[in-house]
């Protein structure tokens, strides 16, 4: 943690699940969750911890993605949205990333090919074995936290009071966003060095054109403010390229994968939860100008979206960094009810 979130007490802890069975019917005798904690439990007159929040982040991100200075310091202090006097918040690793379990540990490609819905799986029993924690007073995600998000929102309905996804729709995967995807796919696949995951010295040919989901996170005008010329946009290229080079390729494909089986459209009115959705304009990944995006979230029972207005330090996808342009809709959505009101 950094800056305003320095001085925030943090907990850390895993969960170990012992023999998790993933939807493809493959098994792993332990699958390890690591995840933070702040502020302090409170307990309702039934003895239910009733002030939970579980956060969830994106893709190229582990838990750290919300207790840096960017998000965490406008979240967690007193007054914010997510006042850890008020609030027991838990920052998770998604399956795959950071000290979670994922193929780099050592199973490389023998590690279960997991897709959604076994992340979202393992977080419940994290949420409710784990943690005993019956019901989440929120659960917010950004991304691949956000399409998570929308997902337990249809399995878990009881188990989450609020929900807010930002920066994803409860529709399939199309247009850019999966040929993008599947382009990181096969270049991983077809590289020369990857030897079906068991390389002994990582493959590269696929970095030079992974960095292309990046590219499309960053928003067309932001990404010409930072890249105005041709010797800009070579030196950012060249970093996105040694960004991408930090992700075991394993882990890579297997996180892009994972998105195989998303889409929760059919399953729209199960979802009983309150929901904010929030979306960006300029985002080249999620386009919530679709007109399908608002029909999906009419089917919704008490789900209500926002649309965040486009101006010149937008960061299209990557705009949900900018926290002032959403924190307020987050505390308006939030303030009406109080900790302690989740039904028995």
């Not at 950071?98 to 090919?113: A, H, M, N, V, Y």
């Not at 990181?184 to 970095?207: F, K, L, Q, V």
Request: hydrophobic share 40%; glycine share 8%; charged share 15%.
């Amino acid at each position: 943690m950094s800056g305003a979130t320095a001085s925030l007490v943090r907990a850390d802890g895993v969960c170990n699940i012992q023999n998790f069975a993933f939807a493809s019917g493959q098994v792993i005798s332990e699958l390890r969750l690591h995840y933070s904690t702040l502020g302090t439990p409170q307990y309702d007159a039934a003895g239910h911890l009733c002030n939970a929040v579980l956060l969830l982040h994106s893709s190229t991100g582990n838990r750290l993605h919300w207790l840096s200075g960017l998000l965490g310091g406008g979240l967690f202090g007193p007054g914010q949205p997510l006042d850890v006097e008020r609030f027991f918040i838990v920052v998770p690793d998604l399956i795959g990333h950071g000290e979670s379990s994922k193929p780099s540990d050592g199973l490389r490609t023998s590690f279960p090919r997991y897709r959604c819905r076994d992340m979202v799986n393992a977080l419940h029993l994290l949420v409710t074995q784990g943690l005993k924690i019956r019901a989440l007073h929120l659960l917010m995600g950004t991304s691949l936290g956000a399409m998570l998000a929308w997902e337990w929102a249809h399995r878990y309905p009881d188990a989450a009071q609020r929900i807010v996804p930002i920066g994803a729709y409860p529709l399939p995967l199309g247009g850019r966003n999966w040929m993008v995807r599947r382009m990181i796919i096969e270049a991983i696949r077809n590289d020369p060095a990857w030897a079906h995951g068991h390389y002994d010295t990582p493959p590269s040919a696929y970095r030079y054109t992974a960095p292309l989901l990046l590219l499309m996170a960053h928003g067309v005008q932001h990404l010409q403010n930072l890249a105005p010329n041709q010797a800009a946009a070579d030196k950012y290229y060249e970093q996105l390229v040694r960004t991408v080079a930090q992700h075991d390729a394993n882990d890579l494909l297997y996180v892009i994968e994972s998105t195989l089986d998303y889409d929760p459209s059919a399953h729209l009115q199960q979802m009983t939860a309150q929901m904010l959705a929030i979306n960006f304009e300029g985002d080249e990944i999620c386009r919530p100008d679709l007109d399908v995006f608002e029909a999906a979230v009419a089917q919704i029972p008490r789900a209500r979206s926002v649309l965040i207005a486009q101006d010149e330090q937008s960061c299209g996808h990557l705009t949900y960094y900018q926290l002032d342009t959403w924190k307020a809709h987050l505390a308006a959505f939030l303030a009406p009810v109080s900790v302690d009101t989740i039904p028995a």
